[in-house]
């Protein structure tokens, strides 16, 4: 089954505004879900330079960006994301 | 993580990367030599200050590089004084064209008294080199200096006057001679010189009852040079202190020190940070980029988009070595790091502003630039002066500095703690 694609801006903006923390997703996700997640980091994505700028940090999940990304809700998109993917 | 192939035209598989190295350095740089100056000190065991001091100073009004290595009596904060006035003085003096002897004479005088010992006593090694390449070298005390041409040690000629101090109940029992010797350097000479906890190493072990010894220390650097032709300075410098360092049982006896100056073909690096202030300027920044010589390091996410765009390059972010205070570097070919901006950039500064000393177990993308800098002769930053909007930002926390600034600090402390030759451009 093809995996959740997770980005994580690593821009300066992000990176002080809490991508720091996101990078540890990894180790973060249940272990239920750690097979079925892949887990890259980005260069700046410009998120902070649109309308959205207040919103730091971003994530792209899917290639839906997700906006004051945080573990917890970052965790469960990709949960929700996941059962989905089960019963389609 | 070094790019060997960035920097060599063609590499054939009988080549060693040294000898492409230098076969491409002599393309490039025929008639160039650099004088890179670097050293190497560990503290004796238990001590936290060293009692051996290493200065250099490039002085701007003429261009000369002055170096002193001075080795205070005894050891700890109070050898770390002596030794920090006499380097201190003897720079100074040279700078100045102060008459040698009279220099000396006036350190000796001046050193404070060692309670303990009842003697004021430092020793020194300055060396200096001007533009044309004439070295002139004055020692007192310390072990004598190693020059090596072509992979062979030279006999240099010296000159030899005693100083006589004032005040002789604080002045050591044996006689005091400074010795001065001047040569003109040749592209590959290399002046190896260090203090006694070199040659006195292992003193009392079965291998070297009476210590290394000078004649072994040479012989050392002789093989290390044989080993490895374009061996730096720093390189240089940090294996003679580590070998001693071993014949101590990795416990210095003594404040280890070596100093090395080396007559090279210059190494190159840029660095490009910052989007240009116009869009139309981005072809000019990948052209720069294509067309150096030399180590290449993007310092930016914007700056990175734009030449992963203008090159066709992907760029994939290293997620393995994560540290908390520096965003990840990442990699794009044909570049050597890739790098955020400004908090890196801002890192590096401290670093270098620490004497390029960061905790061994760091591993991020500001320790592998102050690398890729102190391996460096001549640094090359080609500065993006579009303003980032997005770091403008009230909420964002205090400190985000304009990159031009930091660049600016980056530069001036690779010039005067490190000797580089820097150069900024603005696009």
Known sequence: ?88 | MTNETSTMTSLNATESPCEAQQKDEIQKNIGETFVEVDHFQLCKSGQHSPGDVFLSEKNPSDGRTISTLSDGLGSGIKADVLATLTATMATKFVANDIPIKRAAEIIMNTLPVCSERGISYATFTTVDIDPNSTVKIIEYDNPPYLLVRQQTALDPIKESTEIVRKDKSTAPRMKAYLHYSKFTGEPGDRLVFFSDGVTQSGMGTALFPFGWTAENAYSFVLDRIKENPCVSARDLAKSVVQEACIHDGYKPKDDISCGVVYFRNPRDTLILTGPPISKESDKELASIFNLFNGKKVICGGTTANIMSRELKKPITVDMKNLDPEVPPFSEMEGADLVSEGIITLGTVADILENNGVYSSDKDNAATRMVEIFRNSDRIYFVVGTKINEAHQDPNMPEGLEIRRNVVKKVASLLEEKFLKETHIQYL
């Open chain 1, 1 to 88: 089954m093809r995996k959740i694609q997770v980005e994580i801006c690593t821009g300066t903006a992000c990176f002080v505004m809490g991508a720091s923390e996101l990078m540890l997703l990894e180790e973060k996700l249940p272990e239920s879900l750690q097979d079925k997640v892949e887990i890259t980091g980005s260069p700046c994505m410009g998120n902070c330079h649109s309308e959205r700028k207040s919103h730091l940090p971003f994530v792209k999940i899917d290639g839906e960006v997700i906006e004051d990304a945080n573990l917890p809700d970052v965790i469960e998109r990709i949960e929700k994301i996941a059962e989905g993917n089960k019963n389609a």
